[in-house]
C-alpha cells in the first residue's frame, strides 16, 4: 500500500491549458512537498506545505489536511514546464508518490 | 556550486562487480539518503543515516550496503551487482527539521549488464 497516490500518471496538455495534478496520503505528516524533476533527472523542490496554499509565479499548491489532499496547479501552461512533478510527504522519513508526468504541447 | 554532488553521473558495469557510488553535500545537514528510482515505481528508501555513527535500512536495502565517511559524505556500494539493480540512483539530505525539503543529487545512472 502507497502512503501517498498521485493521479493522473500521465497528463498531456495544450499550451495555455490550466494543469491540476492531485495527491492524497494515508499517514500523518509534517508537511507535505511538491518535486520537479526533469528530463534530465535532476529533482528540484517546488514547494513545501504544512496548511493552505503557496503561489510561486504560475505555479500554485494548496493542501488540505483534513481531507489528506493537495493539488498543484499550473496556470497558462508552457511547454517547459513539461516534467515529472513528483508529491511527498515527511514525517520522520519522506514519502513519495509515483509522479505524475506532464507534456505541454506547443 | 551544487549542494548535493554524486559520482559517477553514468555508469555501465557487469554482473558481479562491486560499484561503489559517492555523494557529498555541503549544506552541513546531518541527514543522507540513497533512493532508487525505477520507471513506474517513484523514488524508494535504500539507506539512511541520520548522523555519522546511525545507519538505517530502508525498505530495499536487500544487495546494498552504505559508509558514511563524514558528515559530508555519503556512500553507497554494490557488493556483487545484477541486472535488476539497474536504475538511477539519488542521493539526497536534509536537516531533520520539521517539514524541511530534501535536497537531491543530480542522479547517478547505472546500468547493470
Known amino acids: 500500500k502507497n502512503e501517498v497516490e498521485q493521479s493522473p500518471q500521465n497528463l498531456t496538455a495544450q499550451e495555455g491549458e490550466f494543469i491540476t495534478i492531485n495527491c492524497s496520503y494515508s499517514v500523518g505528516i509534517s508537511a507535505l512537498h511538491w518535486l520537479q524533476q526533469h528530463p534530465g533527472g535532476g529533482i528540484v523542490s517546488l514547494f513545501m506545505?504544512?496548511?493552505g496554499k503557496k503561489k510561486h509565479g504560475r505555479l500554485i499548491a494548496t493542501i488540505n489536511i483534513q481531507e489528506k489532499h493537495s493539488s498543484l496547479h499550473i496556470t497558462a501552461s508552457h511547454p517547459r514546464d513539461s516534467a515529472v512533478y513528483i508529491c511527498?510527504?515527511?514525517?520522520?522519513?519522506?514519502?513519495f508518490g509515483t509522479g505524475t508526468s506532464l507534456t505541454v504541447i506547443p | 556550486d551544487a549542494d548535493v554532488t554524486q559520482t559517477p553521473r553514468n555508469r555501465i558495469t557487469k554482473t558481479g562487480k562491486r560499484i561503489m557510488l559517492e555523494c557529498s553535500q555541503t549544506k552541513g545537514h546531518d541527514r543522507m539518503y540513497w533512493y532508487r528510482q525505477d520507471p513506474g515505481l517513484g523514488l524508494r528508501l535504500i539507506y539512511y543515516?541520520?548522523?555519522?555513527?546511525?545507519?538505517n535500512k530502508g525498505e530495499i536495502s536487500d544487495g546494498y550496503s552504505v559508509s558514511r565517511q563524514a558528515q559530508a559524505k555519503f556512500s553507497l556500494s554494490l557488493e556483487s551487482a545484477i541486472p535488476n539493480q539497474t536504475a538511477l540512483y539519488f542521493c539526497?539530505?536534509?536537516?531533520?527539521?520539521?517539514?524541511?525539503?530534501?535536497?537531491f543529487g543530480p542522479g547517478t545512472r547505472l546500468t547493470v549488464l
Open positions: 543515516s541520520f548522523d555519522v555513527k546511525d545507519i
Open positions: 539526497a539530505t536534509d536537516s531533520g527539521g520539521a517539514g524541511d525539503t530534501q535536497y
Open positions: 511527498a510527504v515527511s514525517r520522520n522519513q519522506f514519502y
Open positions: 506545505l504544512s496548511s
